[in-house]
């Protein structure tokens, strides 16, 4: 990124072409679009037509439909008539797996179809290592290329635009064997069908890269972005974290991923995938859009990019560690206690519903105010010049300094220390101090509509001096406790380039506003599990079901996170077939897999373990596995 005024640091939306999509063309200068997938099998009209009016009366801009065989993609002509006759015109968008002939078929009916590199031609994956000559995998090459071009044919002959849908889960063993398990593979699985899309002139398509994984969803489009930009492509981009689960988990998981690549301008149509009713998606999706390409508006930001950061590639910066933050320790989260009674801003405190997390922030500012009940286990920080006035031990007690108070800093003795820095704030006097003072954490501050923007720019400065200090990124919002899901999703979108960029050692996150203290604190670590940088409770790797799951989904969910809710740090998946089950839950502990009607497949990892299993005794037969692994 070049400095000055640099995109890096200011939001502006990524150049790409349009792309006509039945009557709701995408890219281009259009508004990034929303959209869902029905849960209804697509041989049955009524309930299609019913959900996708649901979809589309939500929001939603396009609608898409999973067709795993020809009567399937045929049924799409029936469903799209009736669409018609009702009075809506939102594209719909066939989902393909397996079988390229009935892409063909769904190509005469869908305004859209959707394929996967990972199953298009290459046979379905069994994580077999396999070796290619060069020759032999140039063979594999042409392959792909006689099967996809005649239907590039057919959808340029019916209007038909083109999603490449490459999912993490599902990569062929062709790729992985040359390339590995890795957002390498990824990319150039999709780069090797965009190559015979340039060359046949076939423009009308849209991309998209996708995985439970955030850090590998948000690695992979940032290199599939710098190798197109290499290969002169300008294709658009879709953005979705598969399996991301349900509800708030669910919902801060996609805001990470999702909100990482918003953020930088990346993303012309979004999914947000819940294992919830299809409509409930879209205005999480919407949120999202509209809270980040707010920002579009606003003053442009200075500031000077550091020309050894590896922004497709990045790596955690290099720090020296105060006491526990900082170095090689995992992140930490601050939460705000001003007051016995009261959360951070001084609101009545709010008791939340039963259930609520109850994980404990390794600080807690108390302001001017040390609390009745000090806890022994816990670390406080205080305002400086109540520090500085406190007698007896002041273990587990850190002041914190406004940056107009630097000069103070070096007259208060403690090991550990915290500076509130906004950007903008005088570098010839910080600068100094942070040298100076290796024992201050330094905690970013943003009032800026792009918070990311001027704490990136913050950073970006730091690396350029040399300087080592830990970062703690503080944000503020002004939400009520009934507004808790859009302050979630907005705390989550914030940070999610921060993260991935490497940048934080922890994380503060303040609210003006009715919201309990439980909301806030559990978001925070919510945030980091989403972003794999500290686990501290069992993630449900969940898909959100389509016409091809083969069991009650949302029900199961419910059984198995109820079962395993004392359970710390595993990681589950629950497929409703297996598409992508193996692959995507290959960094899951445990794995429960839709096998056939009713039928259900266990997991270790990667490897079945039981196969077949009646959908009554699943459940407990999961628990069994992992109470013997326990043992």
Not at 259 to 282: H, K, N, Q, Y
Not at 471 to 483: A, G, L, P, R, T
């Amino acid at each position: 990124m070049e400095n000055g005024f640099s995109a890096f640091f200011n939001y502006s939306r990524r150049q790409t072409h349009e792309v006509q999509v039945g009557g709701t063309p995408l890219g281009g200068d259009n508004p990034i679009r929303v959209q869902s997938m029905t849960t209804t099998p697509t041989t049955d009209t009524e309930a299609c037509v019913e959900q996708a009016e649901r979809i589309i009366k939500a929001g939603g801009e396009y609608v898409r439909l999973t067709t795993q065989g020809v009567r399937e993609a045929e049924n799409l002509r029936n469903i799209n008539a009736r669409l018609r006759e009702d009075g809506y015109m939102t594209p719909l968008v066939a989902d393909v797996h397996f079988n390229p002939h009935v892409a063909d078929v769904a190509a005469l009916y869908a305004e859209k179809v959707r394929i996967n590199p990972g199953n298009y031609v290459d046979p379905a994956r069994t994580f077999k290592k396999l070796e290619y000559t060069d020759e032999e995998y140039a063979e594999e090459l042409k392959k792909i290329e006689k099967q996809f071009v005649p239907f590039l044919n057919i959808c340029k002959e019916n209007h038909t635009a083109v999603r490449i849908g490459v999912n993490h889960g599902s990569l062929s063993d062709r790729i992985m064997s040359r390339y590995g398990d890795t957002p390498a593979g990824i990319v150039e699985s999709c780069m090797e069908f965009l190559r015979i899309c340039k060359r046949e002139k076939f423009d009308n398509v849209v991309i998209s890269i996708k995985a439970s994984n955030t850090v590998v969803m948000v690695q992979s489009v940032r290199l599939l972005v710098e190798a197109m930009n290499k290969e002169e492509m300008d294709y658009p981009l879709h953005l979705g974290v598969t399996e991301a689960g349900e509800g708030e988990d669910g919902r801060i998981k996609s805001a990470v991923g999702i909100g990482a690549l918003l953020c930088d301008g990346i993303g012309d149509t979004i999914r947000v995938s819940l294992s919830e009713e299809p409509e409930a998606e879209i205005p999480v999706a919407r949120h999202l859009v509209d809270y980040i390409t707010r920002r579009n508006a606003n003053m442009p930001i200075p500031g000077n990019s550091f020309e050894g950061f590896n922004w497709a590639s990045p790596e955690r910066r290099k720090t020296k560690a105060v006491g526990s933050i900082g170095g090689d320790n995992l992140p930490v989260v601050i939460s705000s206690r001003i007051a016995a009674g009261a959360n951070g801003n001084g609101q009545p405190q709010q008791k939340e519903a039963a259930g609520a997390s109850k994980l404990q922030p390794d600080f807690l500012y108390v302001g001017t105010e040390m609390p009745a009940e000090v806890l022994p286990e816990q670390k406080y920080i205080v305002d400086f010049d109540k520090y500085a006035r406190l007698e007896g031990d002041k273990a587990n007690i850190y002041p914190i300094f406004p940056y107009n108070a630097i000069p103070f800093i070096s007259g208060v003795k403690a090991d550990l220390k915290f500076l509130v820095l906004p950007y903008g704030a005088a570098s010839e006097e910080y600068i100094p101090c942070l040298k100076a003072h290796p024992e201050v954490v330094v905690v970013s501050m943003s009032n800026h509509q792009n918070k990311l923007g001027e704490q990136r720019a913050l950073l970006h400065e730091f690396m350029n001096e040399g300087i080592e200090n830990p970062v703690v990124f503080c944000q503020m919002y002004s939400h009520s406790q009934e507004e808790k899901g859009d302050f979630q999703l907005e705390a989550a979108a914030d940070m999610g380039a921060l993260m991935f960029d490497g940048f934080t050692d922890g994380i503060w996150l303040m609210n003006n506003g009715t919201l309990s203290d439980d909301v806030i604190d559990a978001t925070a670590f919510g945030i980091l599990q989403a972003a794999r940088l500290r686990t501290t409770k069992t993630e449900y790797i969940s898909c959100p079901g389509c016409g091809r799951t083969l069991y009650d989904l949302r029900t199961t969910i419910a059984r198995i996170k109820e079962a395993t809710k004392d359970m710390k740090g595993l990681k589950i998946g629950i497929m409703g077939c297996i598409v992508n089950g193996p692959g995507e839950m290959a960094d899951a502990d445990y794995g429960y897999v839709g096998a056939g009607r009713g039928k259900i497949s266990l997991y270790r990892r990667k490897e079945c373990v039981e196969k077949n299993i009646p959908e009554e005794e699943a459940v407990e037969k999961l628990l069994q596995l992992i109470r013997s692994d326990e043992r």
